[in-house]
């Protein structure tokens, strides 16, 4: 659990400086209107601008999907159940023990 709140804590973290900075173009480039008359022609920033979501991205995934497959690990379960999905019913098979049990479950009406 500690980990999922260090996970969203990190990514609105990102998310914030991200909307920081979007947010001061959009309104400089509102009020100024030569304000990015240096970004003409900048094969320069357009790599920056590339690269940096991209490495932000990385950021976020790589423990994003180590978290993910850290909470995959079931160690030891007290009872395996396979549910199995027909058009009209389901089926439930209980196979921990030597033999295993199975049943069905119908949709019945209330008064039935």
Same mark, same amino acid.
């Given at each position: 659990m500690y980990a999922i709140i260090d996970l969203h804590d990190? @990514? @609105?973290f990102f998310l914030l400086i991200i909307l920081t900075i979007v947010s001061w173009f959009m309104i400089s480039s509102l009020t100024n209107k030569d304000h990015l008359s240096i970004l003409r022609e900048g094969h320069s920033i357009?790599? @920056?601008w590339t690269i940096t979501p991209a490495i932000i991205l990385?950021? @976020?995934g790589i423990p994003s999907l180590k978290l993910l497959y850290s909470m995959d690990e079931i160690l030891d379960p007290q009872i395996t159940i396979k549910a199995i999905g027909n058009q009209w019913y389901w089926s439930y098979e209980y196979t921990d023990y030597d033999n295993s049990i199975s049943f069905d479950s119908f949709m019945t009406t209330p008064d039935s």
């Open positions: 990190r @990514i @609105i357009e790599l @920056i990385w950021m @976020i």
